[in-house]
Structure formats: C-alpha cells, structure tokens
C-alpha cells in the first residue's frame, strides 16, 4: 500500500493524471468501512492536505461548498444555516458527531451511495459541481452526476472541486426530512429533501430530490410535474402517489422493503406540501 | 431498606461518587487492557477459517489452486485432529471441523494461517470445498421443522420436548370463563459485544496454552482436553480482557479455542491467532433463539387468572448447543411471576438449518416473557381492566405457590414494587393524558405499557448442585487478599462486585482485595460466568472463604477478635512467616430445601429471584411509524444492592438491549441461513440518541441467597423492556402487535389492520 499525500492541487492533479488508479481518499469514512484487513491494500491519494478543497464560500448568487468541507462545518455554517436550511440539516443528520467531524461533502456524493444523506438537498437547491483535472475544468449540474448505481461523470484522471449551491428564492419551503433506522448514525430508508416557491395553480419552483428509492439519488421530475400541472389545488393523494410511481424504483432490501419506502415517500411528500395542503386544495373540499 | 439511582435529577443524587472505583475501570479508560488482539508473540501465525456454504450437505472433496505457495502456509482439516471431532457441550453432536457431513452454512471446514495476514485473502480465495447439497429443502421456521415431511436434522427434528403442570387446565376449562388466546413471536438476537471473539494458542512447555476472549475457562478447558486428546494438566485457560460478551462467549470460544489449538499443534507449537472479523463473527456465532408462542388464559371476569396454557417453541439451530438448558429456563418463567392454579407449559425446541442459536442474556426467559406480558395486556383489554390492576390481581405474593411448585417467602412485596413504579412515572395521570392526545388524531400518538416479571437467578433446578463450584482467597505477606475465581470479568463488573463482597466480609477496605488472572492453572472452577450466579454463588462461596480466613488467622496468627486494617495485615505477615503464602478454597452449598425434579419441572428451580415491573412511554409518529421511547422506569426488588453503580449499569444496560431487542435489532437470514445483515451499518441497535431517561430503583428487601441477602440480576432487566414498549405501542395505536421486534414497517400494517 502507498499513501500519497500532496499539499498543492496541481500536485494532486498531476499524480492522479500520471496514476488514475489511485484511490482519492478524503475523510476515509467511506472508504474504511470497505477495506479488508487480509488482503493487501491499494494505493491512496490522500486530499486532506490540498487547502484548495477546503472552505465555505458565499458568493452573490449562492455558497460555493469545497469538496473537502465536513459535515460539521456545513451544518454550523451560518449562512448555510439562513440561506441553505435544509443543506444544514442533512448535514447534521449524517452519521453522528464523530462521523461529521471527518465526512466531507465531496466524499459523500463521490462515494456514490444512492443513501447518500445530503444528495436529496443537492438534487431539490439545483446545485452543480465542478470536476478538475490537469487538462480541464468542468461544471456538472448535479442531477446529472449520478450515472447508474455506484457510478458518477467523473473521470479517473479528475478530483470532485467544488458544490455550488444557489440560493433559493425568498418566502421558500426548505423540506429535509430522513427516516433512517434510528436516530443517529442511520443509513436512511427514505430521505426527502424539497424546495418549493410559490402556491397551487401558480407554483414558481417545485424540487423534490429523494435518497434511498432509486439506484441512485434522483430528482422526482413527474411529481414535480403532476404538482405544477394541476390547475387548482394540489393533486389528491392517489395524483401524487401515480407520479411517484413513475419517479421511484424503491426495492426491498436489508434495511427496508419498497412497499414501506413508497408509502414513507408519499407521506413525507404530504408533510412537505402541508402548508398548502389545507388552501384551496383537495383537503379544503372534505 | 430503599435506595434508589438515576440518571433523573428529580430522583436525587447519584451515589456515583460514593461507590468504590471500578478493580478493571483504570487499565479500560486508559487503553492499557490487553484484548486477544492485542497481544503477540515472535514468530507468530494469523489463521482464518474456510467455511461450508450451503445450509447442510456433504462434501465431496476438497482442493487447493495450485498458484499459492502452500508450504509458507499451515493447513489444518479434520484429518488433524488428534482427539475426538467433537465440540464438548451437553452433547457432542457437533463437529470441530467438518469432514464429511454438515448441518448449515458456516461450518468451519479447513484452518489456513500464515505469518503475514494480508497473506490470508488470497489462499482462502484458493481453498475449493466440493458441497453436495442434501435432497430436500434445508429447514428455517419452526412450523416447517415441527412438519413431517421435512428435511430431518435430528430426530423428529425435536431437541427436548418439556412440560411444566400444575392443577389442570383442563378442568379450569370446563367452568366458566373468559378465554383470550393468541400467537406471540419472537426474533433472533445478536450480542453484538464490542469486542469479536478471538483466541491465541500456543505451546508453552509441553503444554498447550490458549488465551483469549471467553466467558467460561474450564467450558474451554474441557472442549480442548476432548478435542486434543491431552490430560487435563497439558491443557492451559487463560482470560484475556473481554470486551462484553452478554453469553456470546459462554460456548463459541471453545470451537475458536479447538480450531487454535490444532493449528499451533501442527506448526510445532508455534502462536497462533485465531481472530473473527466482524462479519465472521456475526454470521456464524449463535444468537437469541428465535420463538413462537401460543398462550391461551382463563381469568374470572373479576381478572383473576383461572389458566394458563401455553405451547413454547424455540428455534436451536443445527445443533444441540445449550438449548435444553435455555428452554428450561423459558419453560419456568412462561407463567410469569402469577398466582395461578392451572398451568400447562409445553416447551420444545426444534432444529433447523440455522447456525445454533445460543445462550444470550435472559437464556430463553424474555422470549416466553414477551409472550406473557403482551397477552395480558390482551387479556385485559378483553376484560375492560386497567393492565395494571389486572397484573395486581394475580401477581405472587408471600405464602403463594409459584406455577413450578415454589413457595414464596417474604419479606419481598410485588405490590410495592408495582406501587413504586407506577408512581415514579406518574402512570396513571399519564394514561389519562395520552387517551386524550390520540383521541386528536395528530400525526404524533402516545403510550405507556408496563411488564411485571421475575427472573431467577443462578443454574437451573439442580444445576448448581451439579456445578459444585469453588473459589477461594489467597493472602501474602504483604497482606493483600486476592480473589481465586474463574468467574470473569467481561464489563459487568464482577471484580468489582466480589471484591466489595469480600473486603465487606473480612472487614478490610476493598483496597485491600484483588482479582487473581482466570488461569485454569491458578484459579479453581467457580463454574461458568453465566445466569446472573456470579454475586450470589460465587459471591456467597467467596464470604464464606472470607469466613475461613479470618478463623484461620485467628488460630494460626493471632488476628485479635476486633481489628483493625493495620492488624489484619500484621496477621498475614505473621500466617506467611509461619507457612508462606495461604490459599483457602471453599465449596459451593445448596440452601436447604431446595429441591428440583427436571421430570415434571416441579419444585423449587432457583434459590432466589429479583423481582421487577417496568414501565416504558412511547410515541410514534403515524406518518412513519417510527417508535421513540421518551421514558422508561425499571423498578425491582433484588434482596441487596452490593455496588450501587455496577448494579444500575446493569439495569441500564440490560433495558437498552431490551430497547434493541422490542424495536431495532432484526437478524435477517439469507437463503443461506446465514446472518444476511452481519454489518453494524446494517444491523440496528440503538444509540444514545434513541435512549430515554431511565429511572432505576431499587428495592432492598434481603430475600436473597447471596451476601447480604442479594439476589442475582444481570438477567433480569433483558426480561422487561421488551414487552413494556410492546404494550406501550398497541395502547398508543389500538394495535395488536404481537412480535419484536416492531419495526416502522410492521407498525404501519398493524395500524391498517386496525383500520380495515
Ligand atoms: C459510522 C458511519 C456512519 C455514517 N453515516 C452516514 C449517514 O448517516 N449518511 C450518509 O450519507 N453517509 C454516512 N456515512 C458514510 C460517509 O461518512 C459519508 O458518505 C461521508 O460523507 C464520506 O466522506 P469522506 O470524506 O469520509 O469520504 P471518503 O471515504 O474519503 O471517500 C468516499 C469516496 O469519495 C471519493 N472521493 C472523496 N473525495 C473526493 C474528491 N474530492 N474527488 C474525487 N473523489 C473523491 C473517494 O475516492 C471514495 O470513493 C457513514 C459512515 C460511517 C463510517
């Protein structure tokens, strides 16, 4: 096993270029858990150390994330608190505290995982990501990162940059909401994330990003739609559970099976659109 | 005569500060306790286990891929073992390593160790067992096991078939009564120590030398003699620092310490490590039986129980292990702690192609509770009474016969531990509130169930009888008095404990006493860690070794008849000047009047019981059907605190196993058999997060056979939670949740049903 371990991006840059086969290693909570003691080890380029990964950045039109921020400091940062509210609450429902300590962002979309705890809150804010290698530099927006299960965009030859979240727009509903299997330290069952402008009949933005119902985190484009597409009010719940038929592909497996995920899916979905559940909807005509 | 501990300010203060530090807390806090894994020696080897696959079969062959350099290694099959194949339990039906037939998946087949670990991958990756799976369809549930049409793993697929009775249910029948009867399940458990199982073996000397995480030295020691085939005095135990064990390491240990054992033997000695991953150890060491039961109760229409019926089964696995002795235990606590004149317990425990199911804090107990608890709770409602007044109405009281033909003798009093606990919690204000916060409907809806029990403590019926256990003090010059005992130390406390028990007996601070190493070299047999017996019959065999040496310094030493600390080791100065270093080793009595007679299950099964009802507050929210446990209260009447922290960590930590055991921990078998979900990510326990408050309290009436009137409890707090949270959750929702544990997903369907 080799470690190395560069202080420059463009070391890192050049290393990975000349090396693709080395193994970006950020906090290591991922990548731990999957090593086996009785087998020899791979080789690690370790980003700890590359400053230019780290830190929190507000710009004019939203907060630029560094691949190697942690969970801890999202979830204390007090304009992803204000701006970013629900961003700040998955990262504080990663893990637990010790785990936020090291998780970083990057690791845990690079990691891939259609669990992936803060993936729903980047699907439903609209965030983009940048990829780097020697060569380029490239701006992926984020529901088009994952590319299968496991799988992601990125080259062998690139290092996960930056997340850029925008801001949402005032008067927003910021929705995160996981049901893990316990408290703390949980692999979500459903996790739900949504941003929602506007009102029934006249919506201006209408984002649901799931985790946990799908191969990979994905953005519920035909809820969104039957939502927006509803002239008068919000869709009845048998409207909204079609949609999320067609969005979800919640299977059965050791934590949890599809017939709880889809029903966990819509409830939440309801929780979500409650403050217009009891205006001019379905449930204002019981 | 009533202390009481928490973690709730509103209770007072906790004697933490009070109390004698921990014998074991220092080297455990400061990371300098040295566990299997930490230990090694020059020259030392890394083995790793191949393992069958199939869920019972034959194996037709066994080949090695030629590109891995065989001679670096040493390879290890049931063609070495010099003694019987056979790991030494109650019986011996189970292989050390299998060389033809096999009974589930996991069996260990073939040992492989080399000095370079990383090297180890790669050659099991090489080692081919040829598997033939048998004609019919291996066997998981106990209905299909109990069918007689299925694969047959033992006879009629039946381990032991009990019956406990009493009066006749069948006459109670014919009079007029009110009938609730129903089928309560129970799931498997995991132990999940901190620490996975491991064993270090070595020739020392000519003689064989196994260390390690274990719970039992002399189950090993005996496993290794019958394996090994070398006199007892070849063989050597040792203990290791054990990271928890919970009965995990009661048995398993002995087929480590036989597959380490071989393998330093057939490498001429050299050390050997033999230690589980994760993983491995999940899938393949045993776990709580998994558990069915029918229970049929009569009561008068006033809640007085005229029967009770019941049909227990558990699930042993493949093969026999400890489960007659778990069903025993299972089988005498199905009745509950209830006054009642017709009782029929028909126990069975089955096998099927599961790895063994094992022993398991609570030994079978909290499965036949859970069934009990729940179904009164059932029957009450049927009844239109208030559970609490129901279980009032029928619990034991002094002068009563218990359902296995015990009589109860005072001064204990259920009803003041049922008064004690209802009233810490506010119970009924509590179930008046909540009636009316669900009748709103919300999203969030509220309980409050509770379980009254007891649990026995120590070997079953004439167990310890069999046992005869010792355990002894041996005294210097310096004066300091060390304990001799092969009970050991797995985080429960128990040095501790026996520690304080004997300063308190010789009159010395407890300073002054200390923990000999279990060695089976240096410490006699004080029987197996097990069965909440350590304080009371270890402890009760200690003082009276403590009796022994204080009389002997009397005689022998001139120790005067009041003294002081300073005396007392001038006494031992002058015993060792005279005759050296003294042991004084005392045997184990059984009270009088104890008898038991295992054929009928009549007569008096343990020597004492702690006695308990506990309380748990539930919400849950009906969008998930998520369960948070916002308040737990656990009463119990244990004859005598004897270290008032090690007693509430006991509680503590055995109701947040019962929190684990009612609503997260969900073993999942794969086609296999095997544990599928053997990965802490996926295997759910909880976390401080999902831990309410926990009020523990104790009452002290001395009704127990060991020091000081204690009776033992490390059991005890596995047996309540469980059906309290049950009770809890159906009263919240109207359900009739019959089974744990309940996860989100079942508690949705139950509250459809409910609607449908
Ligand atoms: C006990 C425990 C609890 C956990 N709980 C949760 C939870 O509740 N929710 C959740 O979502 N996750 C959880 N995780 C998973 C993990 O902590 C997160 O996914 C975390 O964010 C990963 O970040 P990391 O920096 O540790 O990643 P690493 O392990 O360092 O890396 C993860 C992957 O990303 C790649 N990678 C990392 N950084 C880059 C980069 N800049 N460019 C390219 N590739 C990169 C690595 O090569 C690797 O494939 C848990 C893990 C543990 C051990």
């Known amino acids: 096993m080799r470690w190395y371990a560069p202080r420059k991006l463009h070391e890192a840059l050049a290393l990975l270029t000349e090396r693709p086969d080395l193994i970006p290693i950020a906090g290591g909570t991922d990548i731990m858990v999957g090593r086996d003691p009785r087998a020899c080890g791979h080789d690690y380029l370790s980003l700890a150390n590359v400053a230019a990964l780290r830190g929190i950045r507000e710009t004019p039109a939203g907060v630029a994330i560094g691949a190697l921020a942690t969970m801890t400091e999202i979830g204390r940062h007090p304009i992803v608190c204000r701006a970013l509210p629900a961003l700040a609450a998955s990262a504080r429902a990663t893990g637990a505290f010790a785990i936020q300590n090291r998780a970083t962002l990057g690791g845990n979309i690079m990691n891939a995982s259609p669990a992936a705890d803060n993936a729903p809150v980047l699907l439903a804010y609209g965030a983009s990501v940048s990829l780097m290698s020697v060569a380029r530099l490239r701006h992926v927006p984020y529901e088009n990162f994952h590319s299968g299960y496991k799988v992601t965009v990125r080259r062998p030859e690139e290092i996960l940059g930056e997340i850029f979240v925008p801001y949402a727009p005032l008067g927003a509903r910021h929705y995160f909401r996981k049901v893990g299997t316990r408290r703390a330290q949980a692999i979500s069952k459903v996790g739900l994330a949504a941003l929602l402008v506007g009102r029934p009949g006249a919506w201006e933005r209408v984002r649901f990003g799931f985790s946990s119902v799908a191969a990979t985190p994905i953005l519920a484009c035909a809820l969104a739609a039957t939502i927006t597409g509803t002239a008068r009010g919000l869709p009845d719940d048998e409207g909204l559970a079609e949609a999320l038929g067609r969005d979800l592909a919640a299977r059965d497996d050791i934590r949890s099976t599809a017939e709880y995920r889809r029903r966990i899916a819509l409830n939440l979905v309801r929780e979500a659109l409650a403050p217009w559940r009891h205006q001019g909807g379905c449930d204002a005509g019981q | ?756």
Request: aromatic content about 6%; proline content about 6%.
């Open chain 2, 1 to 756: 005569m009533y202390t009481s501990m928490h973690n709730d300010s509103r209770f007072g203060t906790t004697p933490l500060k009070d109390a004698p530090l921990r014998k074991d807390g220092m080297e455990k806090v400061r990371g300098t306790a040295r566990y299997v894994a930490d230990i090694t020696y020059p020259g030392m080897l890394h083995a790793v286990t191949a393992r069958t696959r199939l869920p019972g079969g034959t194996i037709a062959s066994i080949t090695f891929d030629d590109h891995v350099p065989w001679s670096e290694y040493v390879v290890v099959t049931a063609r070495d073992i010099p003694g019987i194949n056979a790991v030494k339990m109650i019986e011996t039906d189970q292989p050390v390593l299998v060389e033809t037939h096999y009974r589930h998946a996991g069996e260990p087949v073939v040992l492989i160790a080399h000095p370079d670990p990383q090297a180890l991958a790669d050659a099991l990756a090489a080692v081919h067992i040829d598997e033939r799976p048998y004609a019919k369809p291996p066997v998981f549930a106990i209905e299909e096991a109990l069918r007689a049409d299925t694969r047959r793993i033992a006879a009629d697929n039946v381990y032991r078939d009990y019956l406990m009775e009493k009066g006749s249910v069948m006459d109670a029948e014919k009079e007029s009564c009110q009938v609730f009867e129903a089928e309560y399940h129970t799931g498997a458990q995991e132990h999940l120590y901190i620490e996975p199982q491991g064993m270090m073996a070595r020739m020392e000397g000519g003689i064989l030398t196994v260390e390690g995480s274990l719970q039992c030295p002399y189950y090993v020691h005996a496993a290794l003699m019958y394996a090994t085939g070398l006199p007892e005095e070849r063989v050597r135990v040792l203990q290791c620092a054990t990271g928890g064990a919970f009965g995990g390491k009661e048995e398993y240990p002995s087929h480590i310490a036989c597959h380490a054992a071989l393998v330093t033997m057939k490498a001429g000695g050299r050390p050997v490590a033999l230690i589980y991953g994760r993983g491995e150890d999940m899938a393949v060491t045993p776990k709580r039986h998994p558990s069915r039961s029918r229970v049929r109760l009569g009561a008068s229409r006033d809640g007085r129980l005229r029967f009770i019926d019941i049909d227990f089964v558990i699930d042993g696995g493949a093969y026999l292990t400890l489960s007659p002795v778990v069903l025993s235990r299972g089988v005498i606590h199905a009745a509950g702690p209830y006054r009642c004149d017709n009782v029929r317990v028909r126990a069975r425990a089955v096998a099927t192609n599961h790895p063994p199911f094992g022993a398991f804090r609570g030994f079978g107990a909290p499965q036949s509770i859970f069934a009990l608890e729940a179904a009164l709770d059932e029957l009450a409602r049927m009844l239109e009474m208030e559970p609490d007044v129901l279980r009032r109405r029928n619990v034991l009281a002094p002068g009563d016969i218990s359902p296995a033909g015990q009589r109860i003798e005072g001064p204990l009093d259920m009803q003041r531990v049922i008064g004690q606990a209802l009233e810490a919690c506010d119970y009924h204000a509590k179930v008046e509130a909540y009636r009316q916060w669900n009748a709103q409907k919300g999203a969030i809806r509220k309980g409050i169930g509770l379980a009254t029990f007891y649990h026995g403590a120590g070997f079953t019926g004439n167990g310890e009888l069999a046992l005869r256990s010792r355990a002894g003090l041996r005294v210097g010059a310096d004066g300091l008095v060390e304990i001799l005992t092969s009970t050991t130390e797995m985080g429960q406390g128990m040095q501790t404990t026996l520690s304080g028990i004997v300063a308190e007996a010789l009159r010395i601070p407890y300073e002054g006493v200390a923990v000999a190493r279990p060695d089976t070299r240096d410490v006699p047999n004080s029987g197996p860690t097990v069965a909440s017996r350590t304080c009371m019959v270890v402890g009760a065999i200690l003082a009276r070794a403590a009796d022994d040496l204080i009389a002997r310094l009397r005689a022998d030493a001139a120790l005067p008849s009041v003294y002081g600390y300073g005396e007392f080791r001038d006494a031992c100065a002058r015993l060792h000047a005279a005759g050296g270093v003294t042991t004084i080793i005392a045997d184990y009595r059984h009270p009088a009047g104890n008898e038991w007679d295992e054929s009928v299950f009549q007569g008096s099964p343990y020597a004492s019981f702690a006695w308990a009802c506990y309380v748990a507050e539930v919400e849950v929210d009906a969008v998930t059907g998520e369960t948070r446990i916002v308040d737990f209260t656990a009463v119990q009447e244990v004859g005598r605190v004897v270290h008032a922290t090690v007693a509430a960590g006991q509680i503590e930590g055995g109701v947040v196993q019962g929190i684990g055991y009612a609503l997260f921990e969900d073993v999942r078998f794969g086609a296999d058999g095997q544990m599928a979900n053997n990965r802490i990510t996926n295997y759910i326990i909880p976390t401080s997060a999902d831990i309410p408050p926990i009020r523990v309290l104790f009452l002290e009436s001395r009704h127990g056979a060991g020091p000081g009137g204690a009776a033992g409890i490390g059991e005890l707090p596995m047996d309540g939670p469980a059906p309290a949270i049950i009770n809890a959750i159906n009263a919240a929702l109207g359900t009739e949740i019959r089974h744990v544990p309940a996860m989100p997903e079942h508690i949705l369907a139950a509250m459809d049903r409910r609607s449908a």
